[in-house]
């Protein structure tokens, strides 16, 4: 009788503040969907991070004809210069950090630029003997980068000694930040849908004073009078949540999986399982903010 009772009052406050329902559900809805983005942008981080990472390569730019580095006084690099180097590459104590390495001669790396950089004019600007030639280094572990760098740089025939995976840092910057913009988005959101849900409850318990007034003479419970009420918030938060869980699938899905994994199917995008993920977190946030922002209402308008 007792939750045949607080189904009925759900019910009911659902019906007579139907409009402020959906307005409580599209607000959770909205910041939660950016919580879900912030979400899968740091998935997308750490997943790219754990696949670029194990590929990145350090390289030795060797001196060429056009080269100023104060590693290149001597000019380009000779034949002897180069075996050095690749007899040092191959010598006990850097090898054991190597996993591999190749070498890329000038026209090598032409070829490169020009597939990179096909769509650009600047394209025809350059020629093969502008490029320098270089040594490819896959590290076993990439947290080494600045061993190979002290043992190079200053050898004779050394231009630079580059890790890719401080380009990455850059890019992984610029997605980090964006994730932080959606996580203050979702902040103001949350806030705005805190406010929301408790003028709606203090509305349903205005609509209904004279129902907990009876019940307060009758003897009921504190939480018998306050669960409807709270439970109207949760319903709508809960409903809210699902759909921004429902939207963060589809953009794993549709977007990342269908038309981004095409573009560039040498990157790694996270699945539409790993965004799944993230919907229990989306609904039990969406319920304690309906929860508290519930109670926190009803303790100085609905006093029992």
């Given at each position: ?14 019906r007579r503040n ?10 959770t ?11 899968i ?30 590693g290149c ?15 040092l ?6 090898a ?9 001669s000038q ?39 600045q ?5 190079f ?10 890790d890719?995976r401080?380009?990455l ?12 913009v ?13 406010l ?16 907990t ?11 018998v009078?306050?669960?409807?009420f ?11 949540a ?16 269908d ?46």
């Amino acid at each position: 009788m007792r939750l045949a009772f607080i189904l009925g009052e759900i019910a009911s406050g659902l019906r007579r503040n139907l409009s402020m329902v959906v307005s409580v559900i599209l607000v959770t809805f909205v910041s939660l969907t950016f919580v879900g983005a912030a979400g899968i942008l740091q998935l997308q981080i750490n997943q790219m991070k754990g696949y670029w990472y194990d590929r990145v390569q350090v390289a030795i730019f060797l001196c060429g004809p056009g080269s100023s580095s104060a590693g290149c006084a001597g000019g380009p690099v000779t034949p002897d210069q180069q075996k050095a180097l690749q007899a040092l590459l191959d010598s006990p104590a850097v090898a054991q950090y190597i996993s591999d390495y190749h070498y890329e001669s000038q026209a090598e790396a032409y070829q490169h630029f020009k597939e990179q950089f096909a769509n650009s004019p600047i394209v025809d600007s350059v020629t093969p003997d502008q490029l320098p030639s270089s040594f490819r280094i896959n590290l076993k572990d990439p947290q080494k980068y600045q061993i190979i760098s002290e043992t190079f740089s200053s050898r004779p025939g050394v231009e630079t000694v580059i890790d890719q995976r401080q380009l990455l840092e850059k890019l992984f910057s610029v997605m980090n930040g964006a994730s932080v913009v959606a996580i203050v988005i979702a902040a103001v959101m949350i806030v705005c849908a805190i406010l929301l849900i408790g003028t709606t409850i203090r509305l349903s318990a205005f609509s209904r004073r004279r129902e907990t007034g009876i019940m307060r003479l009758v003897g009921a419970s504190k939480l018998v009078i306050q669960l409807p009420f709270v439970l109207e918030g949760v319903i709508a938060a809960v409903v809210g949540a699902v759909l921004a869980s429902a939207t963060v699938w589809a953009v794993a899905k549709f977007f990342l999986g269908d038309v981004l994994a095409r573009q560039y199917p040498d990157t790694a995008f996270i699945s539409p399982a790993q965004a799944l993920m993230l919907s229990p977190l989306l609904v039990g946030l969406g319920v304690v903010l309906a929860g508290m922002s519930s109670m926190l209402t009803l303790r100085r308008y609905l006093k029992v």
